[in-house]
């Protein structure tokens, strides 16, 4: 019998804030001012392109020991706090934190062993390779040692890359785990910090907007570049009944993966594969979705092959279907994009309501979908498909189901 997994714990840090409450808050009141080091932009409504404010006094707080660099200890912090949150006991003394973490481009101080794809090979969460990733070494590095003198225990810890799809992959490599029966909950999270020279690379791949980015619009010119990061705590049900976990957020329903090489454009018909792969897993029909959270970066190409695949994955429904991304407001925060969005729609079913989201200023004709632009009631059972892209050629589709409070 297959175990199924539920998510019981989050937290994630924004230019709002390091709490969701302070993201949707954020949201809700129209705040479109990105801040951040790197990224000057020349609409007056927007100073910097980013996200992570990184002179907030609650991260000051925590720089006991200046040795730290920010990346550690603002995912010490999110760590402590998805704890927390899962009402979990954080482990101590002898016991062993199992951490998986999604980065697009890590950081200059942590050096990651990524898992790297194949070319024109698909990978599905049930398939060995994927299974696999269990049985590699996990590293100590600067952040495992960080983690491990907060809690006082062991860490091991894994890190993956598949492009923008990289929180996809962790999210199903710690489902396996689950299901493998190897451990009773896995830690996922996921962050992007940017440094000079990845922004200035994106910006000469003119793939960065130098106004507020417009996602599916017929004037989609990019994304603004977005530091960001955000946790999940996984756990198994019965274990999380057993031990009385005070809420659980959603079950894992389903998840898709794939990776081709695509030279730069990505790929419609591989896009389209894993929403009908990760569909049929949930054995869910497009009907059956109360939401759908898309990609939503306002790259021109991938808006557009986003659009077409799900057209023809989900058919006439889609239509009626709601979107909401939150990108316009957080900016692109890469791997750690989808956590976020996670966060915010998965707290706001918990509450009954649909966050508010974004909306193009004027649709591409393919891309007239029923956007969120207003806080809309909702079930708490609904299911939710998560859709994520990278621009050469991965994509990452994830269902998950919410429970009742």
Same mark, same amino acid.
């Given at each position: 019998?297959?175990?199924?997994?539920?998510?019981?714990?989050?937290?994630?840090?924004?230019?709002?804030?390091?709490?969701?409450?302070?993201?949707?808050?954020?949201?809700?009141?129209?705040?479109? !001012?990105?801040?951040?080091?790197?990224?000057? !932009?020349?609409?007056?409504?927007?100073?910097?392109?980013?996200?992570?404010?990184?002179?907030?006094? $609650?991260?000051?707080?925590?720089?006991?020991?200046?040795?730290?660099?920010? #990346?550690?200890?603002?995912?010490?912090?999110?760590?402590?706090?998805?704890?927390?949150?899962?009402?979990?006991?954080?482990?101590?003394?002898?016991?062993?934190? %199992?951490?998986?973490?999604?980065?697009?481009?890590?950081?200059?101080?942590?050096?990651?062993?990524?898992?790297?794809?194949?070319?024109?090979?698909?990978?599905?969460?049930?398939?060995?390779? !994927?299974?696999?990733?269990?049985?590699?070494?996990?590293?100590?590095?600067?952040?495992?040692?960080?983690?491990?003198?907060?809690?006082? #225990?062991?860490?091991?810890?894994?890190?993956?890359?598949?492009?923008?799809?990289?929180?996809?992959?962790?999210?199903?490599?710690?489902?396996?785990?689950?299901?493998?029966?190897?451990?009773?909950?896995?830690?996922?999270? +996921?962050? /992007?910090?940017?440094?000079?020279?990845? @922004?200035? +690379?994106?910006?000469?791949?003119?793939?960065?907007?130098?106004?507020?980015?417009?996602?599916?619009?017929?004037?989609?010119?990019?994304?603004?570049?977005? /530091?960001?990061?955000?946790?999940?705590?996984?756990?198994?049900?019965?274990?999380?009944?057993?031990?009385?976990?005070?809420?659980?957020?959603?079950?894992?329903?389903?998840?898709? &993966?794939?990776?081709?090489?695509?030279?730069?454009?990505?790929?419609?018909?591989?896009?389209?594969?894993?929403?009908?792969?990760?569909?049929?897993? $949930?054995? &869910?029909?497009?009907?059956?979705?109360?939401?759908?959270?898309?990609?939503? #970066?306002? !790259?021109?190409?991938?808006?557009?092959?986003?659009?077409?695949?799900?057209?023809? +994955?989900?058919?006439?429904?889609?239509?009626?279907?709601?979107?909401?991304?939150?990108?316009?407001?957080?900016?692109?925060?890469?791997?750690?994009? +989808?956590?976020?969005?996670?966060?915010?729609?998965?707290?706001?079913?918990?509450?009954?309501?649909? %966050?508010?989201?974004?909306?193009?200023?004027?649709?591409?004709?393919?891309?007239?979908?029923?956007?969120?632009?207003?806080?809309?009631?909702?079930?708490?059972?609904?299911?939710?498909?998560?859709?994520?892209?990278? @621009?050469?050629?991965?994509?990452?589709?994830?269902?998950?189901?919410?429970?009742?409070?």
């Amino acid at each position: 019998m297959k175990t199924n997994v539920v998510i019981t714990g989050l937290s994630c840090a924004t230019a709002y804030g390091l709490d969701v409450v302070d993201m949707l808050r954020g949201i809700e009141s129209d705040r479109m !001012v990105l801040r951040a080091e790197y990224g000057h !932009v020349r609409e007056t409504a927007i100073t910097n392109v980013g996200i992570i404010d990184r002179e907030q006094n $609650a991260l000051k707080s925590l720089r006991k020991d200046e040795r730290n660099d920010f #990346c550690g200890t603002l995912l010490t912090y999110l760590a402590a706090r998805a704890f927390a949150d899962a009402g979990l006991a954080a482990p101590s003394g002898e016991d062993e934190l %199992p951490l998986i973490l999604a980065s697009c481009y890590g950081n200059q101080l942590d050096y990651f062993e990524i898992f790297q794809f194949g070319k024109n090979l698909d990978i599905h969460t049930d398939s060995p390779a !994927v299974r696999d990733l269990k049985l590699l070494r996990f590293r100590e590095d600067a952040i495992t040692l960080q983690l491990a003198r907060h809690f006082g #225990c062991s860490v091991r810890k894994f890190c993956v890359g598949m492009q923008c799809a990289s929180s996809i992959l962790a999210i199903s490599t710690a489902v396996c785990m689950i299901e493998d029966g190897r451990e009773d909950y896995v830690l996922v999270g +996921a962050y /992007d910090f940017f440094e000079p020279a990845t @922004y200035y +690379a994106l910006h000469a791949a003119g793939v960065i907007d130098a106004t507020h980015t417009d996602p599916y619009s017929v004037r989609h010119n990019g994304f603004n570049v977005a /530091d960001g990061a955000g946790f999940l705590v996984l756990e198994s049900e019965e274990a999380a009944c057993k031990r009385g976990a005070k809420r659980i957020y959603a079950r894992i329903r389903a998840s898709a &993966l794939a990776c081709e090489s695509t030279e730069g454009n990505p790929s419609v018909r591989r896009v389209t594969r894993v929403v009908e792969e990760c569909l049929k897993k $949930a054995d &869910l029909k497009p009907s059956d979705l109360g939401l759908i959270s898309p990609h939503g #970066c306002g !790259v021109p190409a991938i808006d557009r092959c986003e659009s077409i695949a799900l057209r023809r +994955a989900l058919g006439p429904c889609v239509d009626e279907i709601p979107f909401a991304y939150f990108t316009n407001y957080t900016g692109y925060a890469f791997a750690a994009s +989808a956590f976020l969005d996670l966060a915010a729609l998965l707290t706001g079913m918990q509450s009954g309501h649909w %966050p508010k989201g974004c909306a193009p200023s004027e649709p591409e004709e393919v891309s007239r979908f029923r956007f969120l632009c207003q806080p809309e009631p909702c079930g708490h059972e609904e299911n939710i498909l998560k859709l994520k892209i990278g @621009y050469s050629g991965a994509a990452g589709a994830l269902i998950l189901t919410g429970v009742r409070p």
